[in-house]
Structure formats: structure tokens, C-alpha cells
């Protein structure tokens, strides 16, 4: 059974840091993405960031190019999200996801559809 586990989320003055963690379960094999999305309250959900954990290629979302990056420590199942430059409105519930299709055609790694296991989320909260 996957399972992925999200951590991290605090509060955090505009501007500043935080890193997000994924810990994840239950794989298979390396074939498989993993994705944070985010849900600000009245909001559609978005994703942010993803990362092929087979061969570490990452995508990002357009509203956090520049500012947030995607890594993994395979020895600890484990993918990051380290959040720099932070803005109010990047204020939200951070998800985990994982999938073992999303990867494999153009444009779909964002598409919350093609996940089918998912983290509890994590609260970032982004003080102005």
C-alpha cells in the first residue's frame, strides 16, 4: 500500500524560507512521480511542483518557477520542497501525491486526476 506522508508547514513572514517533505511508502518501483499540490481556501487546487523519481527531472508550476525547487534522498524515500522568496499567496494546504502514470505523457503531471494516492496536507501560512 502507498502511503506518503507530507511535513513541514509552519508560518513564515513574506519573503522567507521553508522546505516541505514528503515521505513516501509502498512503491512498487522508481517508475512513479510525486507532486505537491496546494489548495488556498476558495481556491481550485494547484499543482506546484513535481519530480520524476526515477531520473530526478522535476517540473514546476508557472506561479513558483524561480522560487521553489523539487529534490529526492532516494536512501530515504523522501522528496523536498524547498520554498524560497515567499509571498502571502503562496499561503495554502500543501499536498503530497504520487502516481505512477502522471510521468509518462506531455502535460499531465499536473492533472490531480491521474494521482491516485495521497498525503494528508500541510499548512503554509505566508505573513505579509
Known amino acids: 500500500e502507498v502511503q506518503l506522508q507530507a511535513s513541514g508547514g509552519g508560518l513564515v513572514q513574506a519573503g522567507g524560507s521553508l522546505r516541505l517533505s514528503c515521505a513516501a511508502s509502498?512503491?512498487?518501483?522508481?517508475?512513479?512521480?510525486i507532486t505537491w499540490f496546494r489548495q488556498a481556501p476558495g481556491k481550485e487546487r494547484e499543482a506546484v511542483s513535481g519530480i520524476d523519481y526515477g531520473d530526478g527531472s522535476t517540473y514546476l508550476g508557472d506561479s513558483v518557477k524561480g522560487r521553489f525547487t523539487m529534490s529526492r534522498d532516494k536512501a530515504k524515500n523522501t522528496v523536498f520542497l524547498e520554498m524560497n522568496s515567499l509571498k502571502p499567496e503562496d499561503t495554502a494546504v500543501y499536498y503530497c501525491a504520487g502516481s505512477y502514470e502522471a510521468h509518462k505523457y506531455a502535460d499531465t503531471w499536473d492533472k490531480a486526476d491521474e494521482y491516485n494516492y495521497w498525503g494528508q496536507g500541510t499548512l503554509v501560512t505566508v505573513s505579509s
Open positions: 509502498g512503491f512498487s518501483s522508481d517508475d512513479h512521480i
